[in-house]
Every structure is written in C-alpha cells, then in structure tokens.
C-alpha cells in the first residue's frame, strides 16, 4: 500500500528549537520499491524494443559479426572492401590515434554490417509474408514455389521470438482492387435478389465503379501507404467507440466455463486461482514472454490487440468514447454484493499468491457492511445510454471521492465480480446451460462494470465466466487469456476443501472499501440507466447448445472443412427457420496482416442456396446432395481465404463509405450497402491457442466459449466453438420482442439440420 504510506512518509513540526523532522522508514521503503518496480519496468520495455528492433537477427550476433572481421583482419582479409579504413578515417577526423581508430573503425564497420543486415531480413520476411498462394493449395499438392518459401520462412522466422517481434515483418494490410470487390459483391448477392432488383443493383454497382468509386478508391489507395493498417482505426472509432446506443447486449461478448468439471465449489478460492493466473498471464505480457501465435506453427499473427487487455478501460464522451489504457496496475476492483472494493495485486515488491488474494477474498464476502446509498446499481451507468453516462461522469464524478473512486475502477487492471448466486452446468438441463449465458452476457445489468476491457465473473458455488468489452480487441485475444488462466487452474489445483493449495508466507493488505457520495440527481441517472439495461436485457432470447452427436471427427472423414459444414447447416437450419435465404456474416480474422482484426465472410452463396434447396427436395439423390455440399464448402472455403488474405467485400465497402463521409458526398451504392441487415450473424470462437492447455489428456476442460447478442432485431447471433472431436457448442441469441425468432426453436432446427447432413453419409 505505498500509495497510502507515501501521504505520511514525512512529518515535521516547528519547536522553539527548530524544525524537528520524522522519517517513516517503513513507507519510504514501500515508495522505493514502487519507484524500483516501475523502472524495471521501463527498462524492461527499452530492452524488448531493442530486441524487437533487431528480430530476427539478435544482438549475440553482433559479437559474432565482431569476431569474424578481426579474425579476417588477422589473416589480412579485407570483406569490407575498403569501408573499414573509410571508418577509420572517421575515427582519426574524431581525435582518435592508433590502434584506437583502428578498433573504432571495426566497431563501427560491424555495427553498420549488422544493422544493414536487419534491414535486409526484416524486408525479405516481410516480403515473404506478403505471399498468400500457399493458402490456395490443396494440403496434399503443395507446389514447388510454396515448398521454397516454406523454407525460407522457417530460415526467417527465428527460433525465439518475443510476443511482438514479428510486428515490424508483417506486411500491410493491402487495398482490393475496385473491379474484384464489386465483382465479389455481386456474387454474394445474386442468391438474395430477384432478376429485377439484382439488374437494378448492377446498374448502381456499375456507376459507382465508373464514377465516385473511381476516387474514394484514390483516398484509400493513399491512406494504405501512410497508415499501419487502412481499417483497423476507422473500424475501432466508427464501429465501436462512436456508437450511442448500450454496449451492453449490443457489443460486449462473454464466456463460459470448461462444461465438464468443476474442480471446487469454493467461490472465493476459485477466484483466487483464476486472478492468479490472469495475472501471470499479464506478467508474460508485459515481459513479452508470451510466444505469438502462429498459423500452422510457421505464419506469425500480429500480437496488437493484447497491448491493451489489461489496465483498459473505455471512457463515454458525448460524441464519441475513448479508450484509456495505462501501463501498469497494483490492483483489481471486486464488486460483491453492491459494494466496490480496491484489492491490491502485489505487496512487499511481489505479486500475491493464490491462497493470499483468496484470504483477501474471503474479508470482502465476510464483510457484513450494506451498500452505500446508490452504490450497489452504480455500474448500470456503463450498461445504459452513452451520451447518458457520459453526461453524468462529467457532473458528478470529476472531483472528490467520487472521482477517486471511479479512477480506483478505471485503473483497475480489471474487474472481479463475485456474484451471491449460484450457477451450474448440466448439459441434460438447457435452461441451466442458458442461465449461464445470459449472467455472463448481461448479469442483472448492473453487477458488470462493462466499460472495463473485461469482468471477471465467478458465481457463488465456483462457476465462472467473463464479460469483455469490444473496441479493444476481437474474441481469440480474450480466448487466448481464458485458455492460458484455466490451464493455470488446473495447474495449480485445490486442496480436499476446495480451497487454494499454497501456504500463506505473509498476511496481505486487507480490502479498501471504495466511498461514494451520490447526490439524490446522480441516483436518479443511474436508476434511468437501469430502466434502460432492464428493459435491453429482459428482451434477450438466448439458448446454449451442446451438440454431443458428432464433432470435428466425423466431419473431416467426410473430407469438408468443420467450419464449412457449420456454415452450411446454419444456411440450412435458418431456411428452414424463416422459408428464405438471408445476408450471412461470418467473421474471420486478417492478423496475418499489421494491425489485422476482422473482415467479413458472406456465407450465403449461390452454391449453398442450391444445397439447402436440394435438402428440402426428396427427388434428389444423396450423392447429388453430397457434391453440391462440397461444392458449397469450397466455395464457403475459398471466401475465408479470400477474407484473410485481404481480398474480402466488407471492410473495403465500409472505408470507401468512410471516405465519401468525410469528403461530403453521397454515394446511393453505398448507402445501400451499408444498410443492407444480418439477419443471420455468426462467429466460430477459437481454441487451445495456448500449448499448456492439453485437451487430449483433459478432455474435461474442452471449453462451452462464448456468444454475444444478437446483431439485427429480427435476426440471430450465432457464435459456435469446434472443441474436441466429438462437441460442438453453439450459442444462439435472438430478441423476445421479435415474433418471427426463437431462439430454442432456431436450436433445434440446427439440431435436426446437423443430423440430416450427417444421414447424407452415414446412409451411403
């Protein structure tokens, strides 16, 4: 608690004899070791930048480089061709004499070598890297030229990278050309449009490829040569940080427990166990030990998002918000029962142990003290209007306690919430599995502080699960932490209680209790941002499904990509919900790229329309069936690529809408566009992005993931996960208000598709 010490580390009083000073040793020993932390910090940063820099080539190879020209220099070896003795006339202009201009000269012919030598690796990766034809090939076909860069690549790569060394390799985010998304944009809509209106719209996609397309194109073409990334920033402020409506339901996403074991029912020390472990996952961060991930064990995937998974958090403005992230956090801020409580991380230089931060758990849950007035629905603030919450932080929360408090949450490296109620998980219960979902999703719309990059959430018999805000990254960051933090719970374990298993070296700080004074106006917002949260919530439609008949497993015997197959069932299943086809999104990733988040991939296809139509018709053959499925899913494949390889329809659409924004003018193609609903969103959650996680040894830790509200009001959000080879579970949310979805219902059509798709083999 330095902060605390530091108020009174110096005391002093005036005596007709003098000034008489005290000294508290104790606290100026606490600021010292805050200070020392701190420096380690930023010189750790220094060092990784330096390494970072200089990846894949490391500084040992500068000695090397070293040795190598005095050994040359030895057996009168001149590999400088004369640059050497250029050196070492600098070094004589300079002042220095022999042999130091000698030494000098070498010093700093090897420095040159060195650094040009970075140079020219770090382009040839990037260079390397910019090839996306190997993700065309067939697996068992793999052409010559893609062999050859698989070589080099590995040559490149090095062996011991830091979480962001490769982000100075990666290459830019490319700008598609006009004609090839206009031609894409087209296909993805044929099925969806009647011949008039698909005339219409090629009239419309026609003008504006000939017209104010042409140049909008220009503009972007420009903004792709001086940004990192031509999207990411445009679809971060536009997308996410400039919309008004709630964050809450509309754009935070949530997670779920590993289904099928619960290793203690301890509340407070299964908490402990998982802040443990998400905070050593932070300490790898921040040291940069976290290896990047990379496709196909050989591709690196830029590490961007994870700068700001902790100590984040988003600040409402009335126009638009605005993403605070601050370098470090001492302390965590856990919500029970109404009440706030700051919880400091590390004490006497170290960070806490499980069984310590769970004695500090326990004081909080045995803490009998009610909630101040107001205090107990305050978050309600950050669930309801933005421009609402905005409004009030400025008028009651700029100064005083209030401002200390709020800052105590902001600067929180994130957020706990120990709920009182108990939640379970009974894959023959759905209602249990859908009760889960929807405390994770909204909780009660105001035990969630969900400006916060994300809230820890452990239910009061041990369940737990995670709500996270958007703007700051997309789920697989937020996977990647809740794979890394459960395999961290199972490594450390629970003794026969249930409670931590370590021994307690010292007593911890006890809990500070966060003060509120809230005026009777400042209650009034809040309780208007409930009413809005309530109202939001209480129209959630959500069903979580664990399909247990077949997995992975049986669909790649059936030699279809697992994903591909999904796609084509929930085209089949939402034809058979609503008796049309509809605008499908499907999210896909562009981190091969700098600075990459998402593009979109429009599942509805001509060819996946022909296959749900055959479905439905008992006239067609199995085997006909069968061929326009495969034909659906390497036409659903070959978007996916078309999608991370930076040819994709949407973002390009979306920044081209941007910049006739911001150049005034109107284009009805793309107004149009833009508008068009996703009836039907939906987005695979990746797993075991971390090699500690074995779920071959532990099947029972294989994960239910995750969901998220749904996107239109008429439509579903589907977010699914492909865990071990024989589950799939799928999250489904649609709005009670909307009498054309159910979400129970849509579950299971999915149910009876998925089987129907499985009989087109299993009866051949």
Same mark, same amino acid.
């Given at each position: 608690m330095a902060e605390a010490h530091s108020a009174v580390a110096f005391s002093f009083t005036v005596t007709p004899d003098g000034v008489d000073v005290s000294v508290n040793h104790e606290a100026l020993k606490a600021v010292w070791h805050s200070g020392l932390r701190s420096w380690k910090k930023r010189i750790g940063r220094m060092k990784n930048r330096f390494i970072n820099g200089a990846y894949p080539i490391s500084p040992a190879h500068w000695f090397v480089t070293l040795a190598v020209v005095l050994g040359c220099h030895l057996v009168d070896v001149d590999i400088s061709f004369g640059w050497m003795q250029s050196f070492e006339s600098v070094s004589r202009f300079l002042g220095a004499g022999d042999p130091l201009s000698f030494y000098l000269g070498v010093v700093m012919f090897t420095t040159a070598l060195w650094c040009f030598v970075i140079i020219i690796s770090r382009y040839s990766l990037k260079a390397l890297l910019t090839y996306k034809g190997w993700m065309y090939e067939p697996r068992n076909k793999v052409s010559l030229i893609t062999k050859i860069w698989l070589v080099l690549v590995r040559l490149f790569v090095g062996r011991s990278p830091l979480l962001y060394s490769y982000q100075g390799s990666l290459p830019n985010l490319p700008v598609p050309s006009l004609d090839a998304t206009m031609s894409r944009y087209l296909l993805s809509v044929r099925p969806l449009l009647t011949e008039e209106n698909y005339k219409r719209m090629e009239g419309l996609v026609e003008d504006f490829k000939n017209g104010l397309g042409k140049r909008l194109q220009r503009y972007l073409v420009l903004k792709s040569w001086w940004a990192t990334n031509y999207v990411s920033d445009w679809w971060e402020e536009y997308v996410y940080l400039r919309g008004r409506s709630p964050i809450m339901v509309n754009s935070n996403f949530y997670g779920v427990d590993a289904v099928m074991q619960q290793p203690t029912t301890v509340q407070v020390a299964r908490a402990a166990n998982i802040v443990h472990g998400m905070l050593q996952f932070r300490r790898l961060m921040d040291r940069e030990e976290l290896n990047p991930i990379m496709l196909n064990k050989t591709i690196p995937l830029c590490s961007w998002q994870y700068e700001r998974q902790f100590n984040t958090t988003r600040i409402p403005g009335i126009e638009t918000d605005t993403l605070m992230h601050y370098q470090d956090s001492k302390h965590i801020v856990v919500y029970h029962r109404g009440r706030y409580f700051k919880v400091y991380i590390y004490y006497k230089h170290q960070l806490l142990s499980p069984s310590q931060i769970e004695h500090m758990l326990q004081q909080i849950v045995d803490d009998g003290q009610t909630p101040m007035e107001g205090e107990e629905h305050l978050a309600a603030?950050?669930?309801? *209007? +933005?421009?609402?919450? @905005? /409004?009030?932080? $400025?008028?009651?929360?700029?100064?005083?306690?209030? !401002?200390?408090?709020?800052?105590?949450?902001?600067?929180?490296?994130?957020?706990?919430?120990?709920?009182?109620?108990?939640?379970?998980? *009974? +894959?023959?219960?759905? @209602? /249990?599995?859908? $009760?889960?979902?929807?405390?994770?999703?909204?909780? !009660?719309?105001?035990?969630?502080?969900?400006?916060?990059?994300?809230?820890?959430?452990?239910?009061?018999?041990?369940?737990?699960?995670?709500?996270?805000?958007?703007?700051?990254?997309?789920?697989?960051?937020?996977?990647?932490?809740?794979?890394?933090?459960?395999?961290?719970?199972?490594?450390?374990?629970?003794?026969?209680?249930?409670?931590?298993?370590?021994?307690?070296?010292?007593?911890?700080?006890?809990?500070?209790?966060?003060?509120?004074?809230?005026?009777?106006?400042?209650?009034?917002?809040?309780?208007?941002?409930?009413?809005?949260?309530?109202?939001?919530?209480?129209?959630?439609?959500l069903h979580l499904l664990m399909h247990d008949q077949f997995g992975k497993g049986f669909i790649k015997r059936c030699n279809i990509s697992p994903d591909a197959f999904i796609q084509m069932a929930l085209q089949l299943a939402y034809y058979r919900d609503a008796g049309k086809f509809c605008l499908t999104y499907e999210a896909s990733m562009t981190r091969m790229f700098r600075e990459g988040r998402t593009e979109t991939i429009r599942s509805c296809s001509v060819q996946s329309c022909a296959f749900v139509k055959s479905m439905e018709d008992p006239r067609v053959a199995n085997k006909e069936k069968i061929q326009l499925l495969h034909a659906a899913g390497e036409i659903h494949q070959s978007s996916c690529r078309n999608a991370m390889t930076g040819c994709g329809i949407d973002r390009h659409l979306f920044c081209l809408y941007v910049v006739s924004k911001y150049l005034g003018t109107e284009s009805l193609f793309l107004k149009e566009v833009l508008s068009e609903p996703w009836r039907l969103s939906t987005s695979q959650t990746p797993h075991q992005q971390t090699d500690r996680l074995d779920l071959t040894r532990n099947p029972e830790m294989i994960s239910a993931g995750g969901g998220f509200g749904p996107v239109a009001d008429d439509g579903y959000g589907v977010s699914y996960i492909i865990a071990g080879e024989d589950v799939i579970s799928f999250h489904i949310s649609s709005k009670k208000s909307c009498p054309l979805t159910s979400s129970t219902r849509f579950g299971n059509t999915l149910v009876k598709a998925l089987d129907d798709m499985r009989q087109l083999f299993t009866s051949s």
């Open positions: 603030l950050t669930a309801g *209007d +933005r421009i609402l919450w @905005a /409004k009030a932080r $400025a008028t009651h929360f700029s100064k005083g306690v209030n !401002k200390t408090s709020l800052d105590a949450i902001e600067k929180a490296a994130f957020v706990l919430a120990l709920d009182d109620e108990p939640q379970s998980i *009974d +894959r023959n219960e759905p @209602a /249990k599995l859908d $009760a889960i979902g929807r405390t994770m999703l909204h909780g !009660k719309g105001y035990n969630r502080w969900f400006d916060k990059s994300f809230t820890l959430v452990v239910c009061s018999n041990g369940r737990i699960g995670f709500n996270a805000e958007h703007s700051w990254a997309d789920a697989p960051v937020m996977g990647h932490l809740w794979e890394a933090a459960l395999a961290d719970d199972l490594r450390l374990g629970y003794s026969s209680d249930g409670h931590t298993k370590d021994k307690m070296e010292f007593v911890p700080p006890k809990p500070i209790r966060l003060q509120w004074e809230l005026s009777k106006e400042c209650q009034g917002v809040v309780e208007t941002s409930l009413s809005v949260a309530r109202d939001l919530l209480s129209d959630v439609d």
